[in-house]
């Protein structure tokens, strides 16, 4: 079983940057392989694919945030991040991160009935 814990959220003013880290415990041997996701869901909103990296480091972005944020992992630490660059007011949710297995970065979509592991989430406050 894999465990999931975001950190790195927090408030910050339109232009500026975060970086968000997603630490995975438990069933690590195969994280490796892990189609890794991070979403977000601002209040009132369905939860949406922001960025995600399949197991050859290979990167799909949601239109709304390409060129401003990166997804990368350490494979060796077991951590997943999320550079936020150049934020807007819009970016403001709660960023989950997720688990999947390889297939799921082969997809077009953004399934997340796809990810079997979830983590708790972490507050972006976007402030104009």
């Known amino acids: 079983q894999v465990h999931l814990v975001e950190s790195g959220g927090g408030s910050v003013q339109a232009g500026g940057s975060l970086r968000l880290a997603c630490a995975v415990s438990g069933s690590t041997a195969s994280f490796a392989s892990y189609c890794m996701g991070w979403f977000r869901q601002a209040p009132g909103k369905q939860r949406e694919g922001v960025a995600r990296?399949?197991?050859?480091?290979?990167?799909k972005y949601a239109d709304s945030v390409k060129g401003r944020f990166t997804i990368s992992r350490d494979k060796r630490g077991n951590t997943v991040f999320l550079q936020m660059n150049t934020v807007k007011p819009e970016d403001s949710a709660m960023y989950y991160c997720?688990?999947?297995?390889?297939?799921?970065?082969?997809?077009?979509?953004?399934?997340?009935?796809?990810?079997?592991?979830w983590g708790k989430g972490t507050l972006v406050t976007v402030s104009s």
């Open positions: 990296i399949d197991d050859w480091e290979h990167t």
């Open positions: 997720a688990a999947a297995s390889s297939n799921a970065c082969a997809s077009d979509s953004w399934l997340l009935s796809s990810y079997h592991a």
